[in-house]
């Protein structure tokens, strides 16, 4: 994670964080840390605020008797948690997400797992139409802790150019 300290006033400072356009390089891998243990709780809260219905993520009784013997963690869960793991080192530059694609789920997630996350920079180019902006595409891989992949997708993000990003404009 790229951090550094912004001097606001006398003796004063604010920590900054995330990478700009030119501080990525095609093949760099970052580690996203600190890692993260799920609860069962979190689980249920995100299947409830996202009305996923499935028992397979919050009845124990029902999700004993499948192939896992236990409640799995809802997917688009470990996919927000994996992604904002990668956000202070990956993306707090960006202006926006262009696109996802290859999101894949090679094992499961269950309550107690703890994630951990890495970037690898797969592409980066100018933007065409943007001259202080450019596009950065990298591939997330979510591991859990015993190594195991759990999760991986690519995405693309439009990134500001150093001096271009909005912190770099206002004050807060």
């Known amino acids: 994670m790229v951090q550094y300290a912004h001097k606001v006033g006398e003796q004063r400072y604010r920590e900054r964080f995330g990478r700009y356009f030119e501080d990525f ?10 890692g993260r243990t799920i609860t069962e709780t979190e689980n249920t809260w995100f299947t409830l605020l996202t009305m996923n219905q499935h028992p397979l993520h919050f009845d124990a009784e029902y999700a004993k008797h499948s192939e896992f013997g236990k409640p799995l963690v809802a997917s688009p869960f470990t996919l927000s948690l994996i992604v904002g793991m990668s956000v202070s080192d990956v993306s707090q530059k960006a202006i926006a997400n262009l696109g996802w694609k290859e999101i894949k789920i ?9 994630l951990y996350a890495e970037s690898v920079v797969l592409d980066k180019r100018e933007s065409k139409s943007r001259p202080t902006q450019g596009v950065v595409t990298v591939k997330t891989i979510g591991r859990n802790q015993h190594g195991t992949v759990v999760m991986e997708f690519e995405r693309t993000m439009l990134v500001a150019k150093r001096g271009h990003a909005v912190e770099d404009k206002a004050n807060y």
């Open 25 to 34: 390089t095609v093949g760099d891998v970052y580690e996203h840390r600190p």
């Open 106 to 114: 090679p094992a499961p997630v269950f309550a107690g797992d703890t």
